[in-house]
């Protein structure tokens, strides 16, 4: 029963990650559609860029991001999904019914909260709910719905191009309360984490929902274990008394996690994911492919991506982080380069294109979605894992800050570096990738199979615990385990 529950609860809490990917994906078929740029009167690149950042910036997804450790840390993490789909409920109604582009912003900035909020907030949860096995595929579900989240919204927009009203993009913009509401009102009767009830002195609370979520009929010893190994390592951090984002670079195990948890994060959008998603029938016009074609095409795309996320959530206890992260980033650095170098010496505006080199570019478009799942995954899973349960929310909201400040700048810049140098702009992001493959193999230290209290051995955290004076938790330290082992042995 623990391990049905588990999993049941982390993949409802996931429809945040729908959320995610459906407010992301929808506005690039909108902005698109015909009667869009009729009704808002041919919007420019500027007003465009504006349109799609505003639910990354201003009071969007980065406040949404810093609102997570002061907010998600007092009133935990269920009440903060549930704000956050709130918001959300308001934001999508506002896009739907906008009458003009201020009312229209209006809208995304507040979406953009929300998912700021979600997309810090439903990793930290399903990390701290699974049990170390299969933490990494729990934790990856943001990314899985994520990913049906852009299915949906592709699709959506592609069928919406039938209509010739208004609804051809006030539905798809509207369709996002559905998620939302469903999930405002399913998130009351999930158990709270453990961690935080444990962090709030919610003992038995903590206790109770622990052994909802882990116990199988047969393993108390395990159980009572898991519940030491977090209350000590909750005593121990608590000893810090480090919670400010100063204070934490002053700590070089935090600082060392807070840089890996923002450098993977920040690989997330220097891969060029984004200016694709967003940008998609944008880069597909310039290859000469009609609007309602390149719907279609980036439908497919997001088909697929489905099913390849899929298979890296399977594998992802079972390959580890740092070697998909190696292998993906070199196959988006390839791809990047492929279509760069072929748009240079088959360029898609000349008189008589290769039809073959353009058929490769859009080829190359759907093996960069396959090579980007690890990272699509990891970069969620990774932040949400290594810090400490005092600071987890900080730190995994700062590192999510990392991704949410470069969407902007990505989605407020690519359509003018589009306009000006066209696919000379991806010889950046194969750079970018080049360098993050270098970075996995090198600074990334491997999490796969370890509780979230060993992550303080791993970032050499331990040989500061050996001066407490707590015994008890000088029983987890290695070569002072009296009778007692690390939960993933029990």
Not at 6 to 11: D, F, I, P, Q
Not at 25 to 40: D, K, L
Not at 81 to 107: D, E, K, N
């Amino acid at each position: 029963m623990g391990r049905l529950l588990v999993t049941s609860c982390a993949a409802f809490a996931a429809l945040g990650g729908f959320l995610f990917g459906y407010d992301s994906g929808i506005i690039s078929s909108t902005i698109a559609q015909p009667q869009f740029v009729e009704y808002f009167q041919a919007p420019s690149d500027a007003q465009t860029g504006g349109i799609v950042s505003a639910f990354q910036g201003k009071c969007g997804a980065i406040l949404g991001c810093l609102s997570v450790s002061g907010i998600g840390d007092s009133i935990g993490r269920k009440q903060l999904i549930l704000l956050a789909s709130v918001l959300s409920v308001i934001g999508s109604s506002l896009q739907g019914g906008a009458i003009h582009v201020g009312m229209l912003i209006a809208g995304r900035l507040l979406a953009g909260i929300a998912v700021g909020q979600l997309s810090s907030t439903v990793p930290i949860y399903c990390a701290e709910i699974a049990p170390p096995s299969i933490r990494g595929m729990l934790s990856g579900l943001l990314q899985w719905m994520l990913s049906w989240g852009f299915f949906a919204a592709q699709w959506i927009g592609y069928g919406c191009t039938q209509s010739t009203t208004s609804f051809q993009w006030r539905f798809p913009l509207s369709f996002q309360v559905v998620p939302a509401l469903i999930l405002a009102c399913g998130i009351l009767f999930l158990p709270e984490s453990p961690r935080w009830l444990m962090e709030k002195d919610r003992v038995k609370e903590a206790r109770t929902n622990l052994r909802r979520l882990h116990y199988n009929g047969k393993n108390e010893e395990f159980l009572a274990l898991e519940f030491s190994e977090i209350s000590q390592s909750i005593a121990a951090d608590r000893l810090q008394k480090s919670y400010t984002f100063k204070q934490i670079l002053t700590n070089p195990s935090w600082r060392r996690r807070l840089a890996l948890g923002c450098g993977i994060q920040a690989f997330g959008q220097l891969s060029g994911i984004n200016v694709i998603n967003y940008y998609g029938p944008r880069i597909y016009e310039s290859l000469g492919i009609e609007t309602k074609e390149s719907l279609m095409i980036t439908g497919i795309n997001g088909t697929t991506g489905i099913i390849e996320n899929t298979i890296i959530l399977l594998l992802i206890d079972r390959l580890g982080r740092v070697w998909p992260l190696a292998a993906g980033g070199f196959g988006m650095f390839s791809c990047m380069l492929i279509n760069a170098v072929l748009n240079k010496q088959f360029p898609a505006d000349a008189a008589n294109a290769n039809s073959d080199a353009l058929r490769a570019m859009v080829a190359m478009n759907f093996v960069f979605q396959l090579a980007f799942q690890p990272l699509g995954n990891i970069s969620w899973i990774y932040p949400a894992e290594i810090f400490p349960t005092e600071i987890r929310a900080l730190g995994a909201s700062l590192s999510a800050l990392a991704n949410w400040c470069l969407n902007l700048l990505f989605a407020q810049c690519s359509p003018i570096a589009l306009a000006q140098i066209g696919f000379n702009y991806f010889y950046f992001f194969a750079a970018t990738n080049l360098l993050s493959v270098v970075c996995y193999i090198m600074f990334y230290p491997e999490t796969k199979g370890r509780t979230l209290e060993q992550m303080d051995e791993l970032f050499e955290k331990v040989q500061n615990r050996s001066d407490l004076d707590d015994q008890k938790f000088a029983t987890l330290q290695p070569g002072q385990n009296e009778g007692i082992t690390h939960v993933e042995k029990a």
